[in-house]
């Protein structure tokens, strides 16, 4: 653990990727620091790397230049620390609901028993209980994501990374899930990294939104939301709300401008 | 299929005389007699044996070898030239290689059965492994899976869509190739009966086992589509 | 410039191919020269009884009997495959009364019908042409057809909107979009039609190619009959390239080369 309860720490980190043998630089040179039980956003044009970061957090490719610590190590690997939403839901189409649930369980070697209850519990704190024995292709967008939110949530990580977790998914069920997602957050806080495009998401449920610029990435910006905690969903209706969205939207305006 | 049926029969019987086109009631007489003729069944069993065994040898190796050239790119560059080439060479070709290397007993006929279908469901099976979804490789990665896991859970389950349509495609592959080991080097079974009926002239007999010959086609094909359907109910 | 990159990348993707061949050519030649086994003969030996076989005037002979055979069969079914799959596509009658047939005998081995092809043919040239007819003529008619149906019920519509009648419609709108399907099937066909023309050969009567297969493989003489089954196999490769380059010339809109 860092200094001032800092979890997340990322300093001056790049990373290159070569499309049709030309060398692109995805990030270079991002720093920035989440502390424990935040909720930050990244936010930022298309191709700023804001997914890269993500899986960089995860531990799923490592950064060509600078370094990321999480809870004072650096990172490694995919770790137990941490627990990744993806965009595209990621189920296993071969396994139910809750067979998808227990999966992160069952690859730290939990005995069935143990591994299904908490599987159940989950399921029924993403509000999918009765649906343990379904497939993912008999539920909808909206449900799917729920499952794979729940099988983050299963191995209790101390870092939820969610990659554009409600991009998939249409304007009223995004809504509700993000609704979700803040009470679930606000009952059992964690530390949240959360990658999105859209703005008013990213003000409705951080406490911090951290602005890239396009490629490569770096950060423009960092908007401190001022809405209090709890929030709910009159907060939408509210004008600090609408003024918090338009200080990220002009922000990001002259980024794309540019 | 009743107007083929009609026309068949009315041909037939104006062609009454002629060696070529028996009736279609003549056929059904001839398919009923075989069926309760023991010699048939001896010679339909002796015929599926090569099929059966063919087809068991096909899936003990294509499936193994198509998941390792699927998973490790090493492995699919080394086998790819031979699977192109087998996939490309029109196989009967190769039946008199059998008959040299192994006589004219079920050998052959196994090995002619082998060579007709493996390469159809070991690239099926490769192409499968090989687009398993990046996500969820990235998914179950991400959650601390080990690469055994990730081949056990993620690669397997994602490539029994691709070995279901290979054991299809194999399948009817093997039926062909069993026809032609069984007429190419004539020994036994349906083939033999084939040959006497033909030498014989004994035409609405010859129709009767082209009928069953091809009603094991439509038979292979039919099982193997339910099962497909039966292993990929999530899909 | 860019020719000498495309041959290098062309080089350099086939080195892997060869990277992985040659030690099993090699190993095949150790083995084939210790003779251990009667059916695999060296390479080198194979090659030579190519050329032992190309230099006598039997294998022209036989060559250009299997070929004519071939374009006879061929060509026959590709018109009628041409035709047929046509006509079921446009023809909902058409469809229902030959489609079943037609799905049945692609789904069923042509080897199998052809002692009937004997029976209906006799043992000469006909039943060779027919058994290639039979091995190419389904496969055509069904991606023919498959293409036809591809055709943009949009487009049709516009196009009858201009007033086109059925031979325009055809020749304007529906061919054009259905003409990657039909080269796809044609490419499918020339390949069972050298398997047709060979195996007939092999199976009716003794000639061609498929009849110094059967010599051959009775001889036990593995390296002749490999050397056939390369020619077949090149065969097999310069007509299926051949169609391919007639579909590039052909289908230039869909964005090919």
């Known amino acids: 653990m860092g200094m001032n309860g800092t979890v997340i720490e990322v300093s001056e980190v790049s990373r290159h990727f070569r499309i049709a043998g030309h060398e692109l630089t995805a990030l270079f040179g991002l720093s920035f620091a989440v502390r424990r039980g935040e909720f930050v956003s990244i936010i930022g044009p298309s191709g700023c790397g ?18 990321i610590r999480v809870g004072g190590r650096p990172v490694r690997g995919p770790g137990r620390d941490r627990a990744v939403v993806f965009q595209d839901f990621a189920l296993l189409p071969w396994e139910t609901v809750l067979g998808n649930v227990a999966f992160p369980l069952e690859i730290q070697g939990l005995p069935r028993g143990e591994r299904e209850e908490r599987a159940r519990r989950a399921i029924a704190l993403v509000g999918l209980a009765g649906f343990e024995a379904s497939y993912p292709y008999q539920l909808s967008g909206g449900m799917q994501q729920r499952v794979g939110l729940a099988r983050a949530l299963v191995v209790d990580p101390e870092t939820l990374l969610m990659d554009e977790p409600f991009g998939a998914l249409d304007a009223q069920t995004r809504h509700l899930l993000q609704d979700e997602v803040l009470a679930l ?28 610029t396009a490629r490569p990435g770096r950060l423009a910006r960092e908007v401190a939301v001022p809405l209090p905690r709890p929030r709910d969903e009159s907060v939408r209706r509210s004008a600090a709300f609408a003024e918090a969205v338009e200080d990220v939207w002009s922000s990001l305006r002259t980024l794309v401008a540019a | 299929m009743a107007v083929l049926l009609l026309t068949w029969e009315w041909a037939g019987r104006r062609a009454a005389g002629t060696l070529t086109l028996p009736p279609a009631s003549a056929v059904a007489v001839a398919l009923a007699a075989q069926l309760v003729d023991g010699r048939f069944w001896s010679a339909m069993a002796v015929t599926l044996q090569a099929l059966v065994v063919g087809f068991a040898l096909i899936v003990a190796v294509g499936i193994p070898a198509g998941l390792a050239a699927g998973h490790v790119p090493a492995v699919g560059r080394a086998l790819n030239p031979y699977l192109q080439f087998l996939l490309a060479v029109p196989a009967s070709p190769l039946v008199p290689l059998f008959v040299i290397a192994f006589g004219i007993g079920l050998a052959a006929r196994v090995a002619t059965v082998v060579v007709f279908g493996i390469a159809v469901l070991v690239v099926n099976t490769a192409a499968a492994a090989r687009q398993t979804p990046t996500r969820l490789i990235d998914m179950a990665r991400a959650f601390g899976a080990s690469r055994r896991q990730l081949f056990v859970r993620v690669v397997l389950p994602a490539s029994v869509p691709g070995i279901a349509a290979g054991l299809r495609l194999a399948s009817a592959r093997a039926v062909v190739g069993m026809v032609v080991s069984e007429l190419i080097i004539i020994s036994v079974g349906l083939g033999r009966l084939i040959s006497t009926y033909s030498a014989t002239f004994d035409v609405a007999n010859l129709y009767a086992i082209v009928v069953v010959v091809l009603a094991i086609g439509v038979g292979v094909a039919r099982s193997m589509t339910w099962l497909e359907r039966r292993l990929v109910r999530w899909a | 410039m860019r020719d000498a990159g495309r041959v290098r990348r062309w080089l350099r993707a086939r080195a892997a191919g060869v990277a992985a061949v040659l030690p099993v050519l090699v190993a095949w030649e150790v083995v084939g020269r210790a003779g251990l086994l009667p059916a695999v003969p060296p390479p080198s030996r194979v090659a030579a009884a190519g050329v032992a076989l190309a230099a006598r ?4 002979q036989d060559g250009l009997r299997t070929l004519a055979a071939l374009a006879a069969g061929f060509a026959l079914a590709a018109a009628c495959g041409l035709v047929l799959g046509v006509l079921m596509g446009r023809f909902r009658t058409v469809d229902a009364v030959c489609g079943l047939y037609v799905d049945l005998f692609q789904s069923t081995p042509a080897a199998a019908k052809v002692p009937v092809l004997v029976l209906l043919f006799g043992l000469g040239r006909a039943s060779i042409v027919a058994t290639v007819f039979l091995f190419a003529f389904f496969v055509i008619t069904v991606n023919t057809y498959a293409g036809v149906r591809t055709a943009s019920p949009r487009l049709i519509e516009m196009a009858r909107s201009f007033g086109a009648g059925e031979a325009v419609l055809l020749r304007r709108v529906i061919l054009p ?14 390949g069972r039609a050298v398997n047709g023309a060979v ?4 199976l009716i009567s003794i000639v061609g190619i498929g009849g110094l297969l059967m010599y051959y493989g009775g001889a036990f003489r593995a ?32 964005g090919r080369g």
């Not at chain 1, 957050?185 to 890239?212: F, G, N």
């Open chain 1, 185 to 212: 957050w606000q009952a059992h806080p964690k530390t949240v990294v959360m990658v999105t495009h859209d703005m008013e998401e990213a003000v409705y449920l951080s406490d911090r939104v951290l602005i890239l």
């Open chain 3, 57 to 60: 005037g039997q294998l022209w």
């Open chain 3, 223 to 254: 390296d002749a009959v490999l050397a056939l089954v390369l020619l077949i196999v090149a065969v097999a490769g310069v007509l299926m390239g051949a169609v391919g380059m007639l579909e590039r010339r052909v289908v230039r809109w869909a």
């Open chain 1, 50 to 67: 804001k997914t890269t970061l993500l899986r960089m957090l995860a531990g799923l490719i490592e950064p060509h230049g600078g370094q």
């Open chain 3, 177 to 190: 979009a259905a003409l990657p399907m039909i080269f796809a099937g044609l490419r499918l066909g020339i």
């Open chain 3, 199 to 202: 195996l007939g050969e092999m």
